[in-house]
């Protein structure tokens, strides 16, 4: 097995947005290739020297080699989602039947991001309902929820009960710089049982997800189900988050890979929990959730980054030879091996910066 080097992309379409994926490629001796997409791969040399020259189908090898790379650096998985790929395409099989998964279609809900006005908003969501869409996520972004509380209002208002409707908190963890202070328990139990009010389908990252204990309590005062995790790195924590949550979100190309987030999945299931993956904002993140989610997700959608004109399907997956569209709200799976998508490297050339 051979690591290429990433092929590194942009595309800025629009002022002030900005999308940067890498595209990793793992080869064989005899000539097949494996690809998988997400953030940038600092650590690409040292996963070269760890990987080369092991077999590709021993995958939980492989798992346990990206784990220690990612415990002492950056976040490695998109090389463990390669190797599936490759194994795909290696036994003829797409990479949801190689892991044991009977379906070839999930339902979606938009996952939604722009700060707009209510009536922008209440005129997007209806946009979506109409194409199919049957549930979707908005994110607070005030530094009070109650000033977000007239955008989500508004949507109900407005698509009564023929949609079910999320709500991102964004307090469970900061980029890089942000020291604005995160949600106090207390903060997180009104906007929850205001939310309640609204029959939202679940109340996301309403916390840090390190507060374990918080969370427990929040789930036990307030009636609106709880989901967190979508950054969450090490194992060992999505396992006692899972014991406090609804739903746990471990994304495959963030945190332990598809071998990971199968045992967290396994995990969860147990407790009573649903493992439902962040996609993050990329086709290649899209793409590499829906495999294992067909395989071993128990909820009833799966996220679908979607807020036109910002968050169009074109800007998501620039990197993917074709878009991941919709049927009436469902998402369906390529049905060529591994990952079922093969990019076009030559046309890419066009965005490399790297």
């Given at each position: 097995?051979d690591?290429?080097?990433?092929?590194?992309?942009a595309?800025?379409?629009?002022?002030?947005?900005?999308?940067?994926?890498?595209?990793?490629?793992v080869?064989?001796n005899?000539g097949?290739?494996?690809y998988?997409?997400g953030?940038p791969?600092?650590?690409r040399?040292?996963?070269?020297?760890?990987?080369?020259?092991?077999?590709?189908?021993?995958l939980?090898?492989?798992?346990?080699?990206?784990?220690?790379?990612?415990?002492?650096?950056?976040?490695?998985?998109?090389?463990e989602?390669a190797?599936w790929?490759?194994?795909?395409r290696?036994?003829?099989?797409?990479l949801h039947?190689l892991?044991?998964?009977?379906?070839?279609?999930?339902?979606?809900?938009?996952?939604?991001?722009?700060?707009?006005?209510?009536?922008?908003?209440?005129?997007?969501?209806?946009?979506?309902?109409?194409?199919g869409?049957s549930?979707?996520?908005?994110?607070?972004?005030?530094a009070?929820w109650?000033?977000?509380?007239p955008?989500?209002?508004?949507?109900?208002?407005?698509?009564g009960t023929s949609?079910?409707l999320?709500?991102d908190?964004?307090q469970?963890?900061?980029?890089?710089?942000?020291?604005?202070?995160r949600?106090?328990?207390?903060?997180?139990?009104?906007?929850?049982?205001a939310?309640?009010?609204?029959?939202?389908y679940?109340?996301?990252e309403?916390?840090?997800?390190?507060?374990?204990?918080n969370?427990?309590r929040?789930?036990e005062?307030?009636d609106v189900?709880l989901a967190?995790?979508?950054?969450?790195?090490?194992?060992?924590?999505s396992r006692q988050?899972?014991?406090?949550?609804d739903v746990?979100?471990?994304d495959?190309?963030l945190?332990?890979?598809?071998?990971?987030c199968r045992?967290?999945?396994?995990?969860?299931?147990?407790?009573?929990?649903?493992?439902?993956?962040?996609?993050?904002?990329?086709?290649?993140?899209?793409?590499?959730?829906l495999?294992?989610?067909?395989a071993?997700?128990t909820?009833p959608y799966?996220?679908?980054?979607?807020?036109?004109?910002?968050w169009?399907?074109e800007?998501?997956?620039?990197?993917?030879?074709?878009?991941?569209?919709?049927?009436r709200?469902?998402?369906?799976?390529?049905?060529?091996?591994?990952?079922?998508?093969?990019?076009d490297?030559?046309?890419?050339?066009r965005?490399?910066?790297?």
């Amino acid at each position: 097995m051979d690591l290429e080097p990433p092929f590194n992309a942009a595309w800025d379409p629009v002022p002030r947005r900005h999308f940067e994926e890498t595209i990793v490629m793992v080869h064989t001796n005899e000539g097949l290739t494996g690809y998988a997409g997400g953030a940038p791969l600092p650590d690409r040399d040292l996963l070269e020297s760890l990987l080369r020259g092991v077999d590709p189908i021993e995958l939980d090898r492989v798992a346990s080699i990206c784990q220690t790379v990612d415990f002492h650096g950056g976040r490695p998985w998109t090389v463990e989602v390669a190797f599936w790929d490759l194994v795909g395409r290696i036994e003829g099989q797409p990479l949801h039947r190689l892991l044991g998964g009977e379906r070839t279609e999930f339902l979606v809900y938009a996952s939604c991001g722009e700060r707009v006005p209510p009536e922008v908003r209440v005129e997007r969501v209806l946009a979506l309902r109409d194409e199919g869409i049957s549930a979707a996520k908005l994110r607070f972004h005030a530094a009070d929820w109650k000033d977000d509380m007239p955008v989500l209002e508004a949507v109900r208002d407005a698509v009564g009960t023929s949609m079910e409707l999320m709500v991102d908190a964004n307090q469970g963890w900061r980029m890089p710089g942000d020291v604005a202070p995160r949600w106090s328990f207390e903060t997180a139990l009104d906007c929850a049982r205001a939310l309640s009010e609204l029959d939202v389908y679940w109340l996301e990252e309403p916390l840090d997800t390190a507060q374990f204990e918080n969370y427990r309590r929040l789930r036990e005062q307030s009636d609106v189900p709880l989901a967190a995790g979508e950054m969450v790195r090490s194992l060992s924590e999505s396992r006692q988050l899972a014991e406090v949550v609804d739903v746990i979100q471990n994304d495959v190309v963030l945190a332990g890979g598809i071998a990971g987030c199968r045992e967290i999945a396994a995990a969860a299931l147990e407790l009573g929990t649903v493992w439902s993956p962040h996609t993050w904002s990329t086709g290649y993140g899209l793409l590499a959730n829906l495999h294992p989610a067909l395989a071993f997700s128990t909820g009833p959608y799966l996220e679908y980054p979607f807020d036109p004109p910002g968050w169009s399907i074109e800007r998501r997956d620039f990197m993917l030879p074709a878009p991941l569209e919709l049927t009436r709200g469902t998402l369906v799976a390529p049905s060529e091996p591994g990952l079922g998508m093969t990019p076009d490297l030559a046309y890419l050339e066009r965005f490399r910066i790297g």
